[in-house]
């Protein structure tokens, strides 16, 4: 059994955003990201080629004290930008289900377009599946 299956689904989202964050080259990883497990894995400041997490760097030994220190944008603002688009895509898939399940119930693309603040067109052209019968059904309704 994986020890990730005890995390909460929060942390392993925000393991996955970080991982994207790193691969895509948008931020450094800490030196010691796998080797200390209170490392932040991000890294804020650079020392010549070496980067450190806020945590590491406090832990810094006297090693490499004459290099001057490069401060990164923190890393953790991507993070809080990962985090709202995560929650941005997890309210539209609870807006399309709730607007399916709404025609499904029978109210009619007006109804839905007026709760959404668009015109009836606009509902219909955002969420109506491509299908035969959803198309004819718009006809009706
Ligand atoms: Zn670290």
Request: overall charge positive.
């Given at each position: 059994m994986s020890t990730q299956a005890t995390r909460p689904p929060d942390t392993l989202r925000a393991d996955v955003n970080v991982n994207k964050i790193l691969t895509t080259g948008l931020a450094f990883a800490c030196h010691y990201a796998a080797a200390r497990?209170?490392?932040?894995?991000?890294?804020?400041?650079?020392?010549g080629r070496t980067a450190l997490c806020t945590s590491c760097d406090q832990r810094r030994?006297?090693?490499?004290?004459?290099t001057p220190p490069i401060r990164l944008p923190h890393p953790h603002a991507l993070l809080q930008v990962a985090a709202a688009h995560d929650a941005c895509q997890q309210a539209a898939a609870v807006l399309r289900d709730a607007v399916t399940s709404a025609r499904q119930a029978g109210h009619p693309w007006s109804t839905v377009a007026a709760i959404l603040g668009v015109t009836r067109q606009a509902a219909q052209q955002r969420?109506?599946?491509?299908s035969t019968s959803e198309r004819f059904h718009d006809h009706l309704t």
């Open positions: 497990p209170d490392c932040q894995v991000l890294a804020s400041v650079r020392y030994s006297t090693t490499g004290k004459g969420f109506a599946q491509n």
